[in-house]
C-alpha cells in the first residue's frame, strides 16, 4: 500500500526558481527519504532524513521533517533543467525495513 | 561498485502468458526487494527476502506471482498467468542486512517494463 500522498501531483516553474514539495505519511517512522526518478528509469536517492532530525542538507537540496505533523518537504532551490523529474518520499517505518513509497511529484523546469 | 543488474529491460507479452525477471544484487547485499511500479504511482512492495528467506511477502499476489532467491544471490520474479493490470515496470532493490548504511541504504537497478497487452 501506498504511506501517503505528496503534493503536488505535478509541479512547473522556471529554471532558476525553487520548487517545494511536500510529502505526508501514516505511520511511526525510522526515517524518510526522497528519491528522483527520471522517466523510464531507476530511482535515484537524494536524501535522508532521521526521525530524530528536523532539517538536513544536501547541496541545492533541503529536506524538513515534522514527526507530529507526519510530514516532511523537500526544496530544491535554484532549479536547472535538469532537475525535471519525478520526486517520491519513502518511508522506513519502524521495526521493518522495505521501503514505502508515497504517489509522487513531477516536476517540470522550463529552461 | 556494479549496480543492481535487472533483465530483460522491456518485456511484451500477451495475457495469460508467463514471464520472469532476473535481479543481481550488490554483492554482499543481504536484503533484496522487488516492487512493481504501475504507471504514473510509488513503487509498491512486492516481496522483501533476506538472504534467500522471505522477510515480507503481504503485498504478493501468490495466486499468479511467485519469487525465489535461490543461494541468497540472484532472484527471479515470475508471473504466471499475466494480466493486463500486471502492466508496470518491476524493481529490484537490495540493501545490506540489518545496518542501514550509504547514503540511503538502498540501490535500485534500472527496472523491467512490462507490457501485457
Known amino acids: 500500500s501506498q504511506q501517503g500522498e505528496e503534493d503536488p501531483q505535478a509541479l512547473s516553474i522556471q529554471e532558476g526558481e525553487n520548487a517545494t514539495m511536500n510529502c505526508s505519511y501514516k505511520?511511526?517512522?525510522?526515517?524518510l527519504q526522497w528519491y528522483r526518478q527520471n522517466s523510464g528509469r531507476g530511482l535515484v536517492h537524494l536524501i535522508l532524513i532521521r526521525s530524530n532530525e528536523r532539517e538536513k542538507h544536501s547541496g541545492r537540496l533541503r529536506v524538513t521533517l515534522d514527526t507530529s505533523k507526519k510530514s516532511s518537504s523537500l526544496l530544491i532551490t535554484a532549479s536547472r533543467a535538469a532537475d525535471t523529474a519525478s520526486y517520491f518520499c519513502a518511508t522506513v517505518d519502524t521495526g521493518r525495513r522495505a521501503l514505502t513509497f508515497g504517489s509522487g511529484t513531477r516536476l517540470q523546469v522550463q529552461p | 561498485e556494479a549496480g543492481v543488474a535487472q533483465s530483460p529491460r522491456y518485456k511484451i507479452i500477451e495475457k495469460r502468458q508467463s514471464v520472469a525477471f532476473w535481479c543481481n544484487p550488490i554483492?554482499?547485499?543481504?536484503?533484496l526487494y522487488w516492487y512493481q511500479q504501475i504507471l504514473g504511482q510509488g513503487p509498491k512492495l512486492l516481496i522483501q527476502?533476506?538472504?534467500?528467506?522471505?522477510?515480507?511477502d503481504s503485498q504478493l499476489p501468490k495466486d499468479r506471482f511467485s519469487a525465489e532467491r535461490l543461494k541468497g544471490v540472484d532472484s527471479t520474479l515470475k508471473i504466471q498467468p499475466a494480466k493486463l493490470e500486471d502492466s508496470a515496470v518491476y524493481l529490484c532493490?537490495?540493501?545490506?542486512?540489518?545496518?542501514?548504511?550509504?547514503?540511503?541504504?538502498?540501490?535500485f537497478g534500472s527496472g523491467t517494463r512490462l507490457t501485457v497487452v
Open positions: 532493490a537490495s540493501s545490506l542486512g540489518h545496518q542501514i548504511s550509504g547514503p540511503g541504504g538502498y540501490t
Open positions: 527476502f533476506q538472504n534467500n528467506g522471505v522477510v515480507d
Open positions: 554483492s554482499g547485499h543481504a536484503t
Open positions: 505511520t511511526s517512522i525510522n526515517n
